[in-house]
């Protein structure tokens, strides 16, 4: 070798060498590199496009209950418990509900939360363009009787309203707070809205003048990943502390025997339905719904699908609900039987349409339906829709399919997804529909009780089947204390977060 | 002579952004869907979605749309997004520096790596040594820059801990994070197109180690590094400089690649993301963005080429 060549040849080694070593100085940093580091730093699969949930269908997610306050709010068993208000009544009639709320409450800009606050907010929701304001239109007046006495009148008794209190409707706004809601959020929780750097992540700080518990950490930060991969890396290298809300849970092994990170595994809203046009077409036959009820192997599915995670569910109700029951054993997986009823049905030589929206979640599953019925005798055509456009208008406007699987992540939405027979399911049996009125109106027992028997009526009428309800994961250091085990709500809570 | 000749090229890249402004338009105007019910959602009330139609302009033909549009970018105003309702030119302004510096950084890291791995390359090129630095680089072109991305995190992030495996910081706030930052996307994006680059380099030495002149510099006693070092390089590097600015194109495409999988806030990353939410205004511009650096890149190529090569010049 010449000592040119040497030479060019070892200022290509030496250049690359630079390019790696030189700029790796500075040691390890990231979120838990000291003890006095009170940042949290969570990775969440997607980022809302505006924070002004008000708007638009949005995600309130990273806002609610941890910078917005809601005068109730829901536990993690999905019981009603108090927030902003630290009492409630409920007249005899049912209609009228008188909130005691707090006196020590402000908002971050300094104002006083008081009972015109709370009047204000629950007017407001009128000029809402996001569909949720439907639920207040039950809501006849408000009336603020002192600052801390808030009493609201509504034209029928409803349990579901107050509910939906718990949810991004119920949001305590201030008159000078709303300015600027899709850049800013001025709440009472106990973080601040920070900032937002679009693309990367939205910065809470803690409110030091919370009126209540103290926020465990003085900032965090959530952080979001489109890649999931990417997210589990900044999670093993130290970048992160958890992983919120994750939607790959194949690669959730690499955490399982790490005593590092701890793996939280609840329950969610997200019921996965394999919706049947009730109205028209092969489904129409009652038969035929319990045929393909019976045929569906959801264990199996479940594995294949979501790697195992994920719970059965026999009906429209998550086990937070309190009026779950476990229906599974209703249709159990029964080859013999689902070929009975498919021969007895006189729709066995039918086409079925298949669709799925081309979310990655379902396109996999909608292949694992179809092949689970097609073993049985099933004819099944499978056409992926593209979401939200095509999918909206065939399925959900025109009811041009047979079988549809979507994910339903609105809470308790049983009766709002069956009770209607114009709605896409075109189930909207009037009995049904008079169980949700009767639960709505009764008292707590009742409302169990009507309830109950609602989500069994489904199951008779075999309306549609739940291939599983979505997990809520989430995996995180291994002292990180409080994490939402059972996301019951539209919220992120991480109010009891903390590190031990 | 010279300058028809750079008004023509000019008035070529006009006419081609022109045209590229009219497709990019027209496809979006075809997707099914309508924008300002996807940025309701599902159960918006049909009034509600009138009202939005009506303020994005929507309930105008498509040639007004299109020339709303067409005088937007000309001003630099191009509008309001459809789904998060944000000004669209402010965003796309805090996006751009980061993509710049990105690309920038990966093209540093490509030449760095291309020119003396090709020069070595070119002057081993029969010896066992050369052919495996080939194989080598052969290697790097085949690899796509996700994939190197992800192999340079669980390597340096993950396992050695050096650096972090994603994230942007900006260099005012944070010198010393933004360059630790830096480092790994720069090389994902950079070692891939060095690779290429390097080639190109090889090739293009190769070629002038059979000049006569270097045959008579060898001549005069040089030794073969000696002669390619004082009467080669500025030779082979006009292919080379071409090269670059082509590949220059692939780096800006590569980003948006790169800052997906390495979370940086640029233009890719609005580009992925405004997909993801079906934000058709800011993906149409967005595009339009990246076809005119595209196209801008071409014409520096063509007008170089002209001022540069004298036989080009003649010849058109």
């Not at chain 1, 949290?40 to 306050?69: A, I, K, Q, R």
């Not at chain 1, 309306?463 to 996301?487: H, Y």
């Not at chain 2, 709303?68 to 520096?97: C, F, K, M, N």
Request: proline letters at 5%; aromatic letters at 8%.
């Amino acid at each position: 070798m010449s000592s040119y060549s040497k030479k060019i040849a070892l200022i290509a080694v030496t250049l690359v060498a630079t390019l790696v070593v030189g700029a790796c100085g500075g040691g390890s940093s990231g979120a838990n590199s000291s003890s006095s580091d009170t940042t949290l730093t969570v990775g969440l699969p997607s980022e809302p496009s505006t924070l002004d949930f008000t708007s638009n269908g949005d995600s309130p997610l990273p806002l609610l209950y941890n910078v917005y306050e809601t005068l109730v709010k829901v536990n993690q068993d999905g019981a009603l418990i108090p927030s902003l208000a630290k009492s409630w009544d409920i007249s005899p009639d049912r209609k009228t509900y008188t909130f005691h709320l707090v006196d020590n409450a402000t908002f971050s800009n300094g104002d006083p939360f008081t009972a015109q606050d709370a009047k204000f907010s629950i007017e407001r929701v009128k000029t809402w363009t996001d569909s949720s304001k439907d639920a207040m239109d039950v809501v006849q007046s408000v009336t603020a009787n002192d600052d801390h006495t808030l009493v609201v009148n509504l034209s029928r008794p409803s349990n579901d309203w107050l509910f939906r209190m718990t949810t991004r409707i119920g949001v305590m706004f201030t008159p000078n707070g709303v300015g600027d809601l899709a850049n800013n959020a001025i709440g009472t929780g106990p973080y601040k809205f920070g900032s937002w750097k679009r693309g990367d992540s939205i910065t809470l700080t803690r409110n030091d003048n919370y009126w209540g518990n103290k926020a465990g950490f003085t900032s965090i930060v959530l952080k979001f990943f489109k890649d999931a991969t990417s997210a589990n890396n900044a999670l093993l290298s130290g970048t992160i502390n958890a992983i919120g809300l994750i939607q790959s849970p194949d690669a959730l092994d690499q955490f399982k025997n790490n005593p590092k990170y701890q793996i939280v595994q609840g329950t969610s809203n997200l019921e996965v339905l394999l919706a049947m046009n009730n109205s028209q077409g092969p489904m129409a036959n009652k038969d035929m719904r319990e045929a393909v009820k019976y045929g569906i192997n959801h264990r199996a599915l479940i594995d294949t699908c979501y790697a195992g995670y994920g719970t059965q569910i026999g009906s429209m109700v998550p086990p937070t609900d309190p009026w779950y029951e476990d229906l599974t054993g209703r249709y159990p997986y029964d080859p013999a039987k689902a070929k009975q009823l498919l021969a007895a049905s006189g729709e066995a030589d039918q086409t079925i349409q298949l669709t799925v929206p081309t979310l990655p979640a379902y396109q996999q599953c909608g292949q694992v339906v179809q092949s689970q019925l097609q073993q049985l005798g099933f004819k099944v055509n499978l056409t992926q829709l593209e979401f939200p456009a095509v999918w909206f208008q065939k399925v959900f406007t025109d009811g041009q399919y047979d079988l549809n699987i979507t994910g339903h992540i609105q809470p308790r939405d049983i009766c709002s997804v069956f009770e209607d027979k114009s709605y896409y399911t075109h189930y909207g049996n009037p009995a049904f529909k008079a169980l949700c009125d009767k639960a709505d109106a009764g008292t707590a027992d009742e409302q169990v009780a009507y309830m109950k028997q609602a989500s069994e009526l489904l199951v008779d009428d075999a309306a549609a089947d739940w291939l599983w309800l979505m997990p809520n994961l989430m995996v995180a250091d291994n002292d990180i204390k409080g994490l939402p085990k059972n996301s019951v709500t539209e919220s992120f809570d991480l109010t009891g977060v903390s590190r031990s | 002579m010279l300058l028809w000749n750079l008004a023509r090229r000019t008035g070529i890249f006009v006419a081609t952004l022109l045209a590229s402004s009219i497709v990019v338009f027209g496809l979006m105007a075809v997707l099914p869907g309508d924008p300002a019910r996807v940025a309701l959602g599902l159960n918006a009330t049909d009034s509600d979605v009138a009202h939005l139609r009506e303020q994005f302009g929507l309930d105008q033909s498509l040639p007004e749309r299109y020339l709303d549009w067409l005088r937007g970018l000309i001003t630099l105003h191009p509008g309001t997004s459809y789904v998060t309702q944000t000004a669209i030119g402010p965003e796309i302004a805090t996006r751009i520096p980061v993509t710049l510096i990105l690309v920038g950084a990966s093209m540093l890291v490509a030449i760095a790596v291309a020119i003396p791995l090709g020069t070595v390359m070119a002057l081993r090129h029969r010896r066992a040594s050369g052919l495996a630095l080939s194989a080598l680089s052969q290697v790097g072109v085949a690899v796509p820059t996700f994939l190197a991305g992800i192999l340079l995190v669980t390597l340096f992030a993950v396992r050695l801990g050096w650096l972090p495996s994603s994230g942007w910081t900006s260099p005012q706030d944070d010198f010393e994070m933004f360059a630790r930052q830096l480092v790994l996307p720069a090389l994902a994006l950079g070692l891939c197109q060095g690779a290429i680059i390097a080639r190109y380099v090889r090739s293009s030495i190769l070629d002038v180690l059979r000049q006569d002149y270097i045959r008579t510099a060898r001549a005069k006693g040089r030794q073969p590094a000696q002669a390619l070092i004082h009467h080669g390089l500025r030779n082979a590097a006009v292919p080379v400089v071409t090269a670059l600015a082509l590949q220059l194109v692939y780096l800006l495409l590569g980003a948006v690649v790169i800052e997906r999988v390495f979370v940086i806030p640029g233009i890719g990353s609005l580009l992925t993301d405004s997909v993801g939410l079906r934000d058709l205004n800011v993906v149409q511009d967005v595009v339009m963005l990246l076809v005119a650096a595209v196209l801008v890149i071409n014409l520096v190529v063509d007008i170089l080429y002209v001022i540069i090569d004298p036989r080009l010049r003649a010849a058109s």
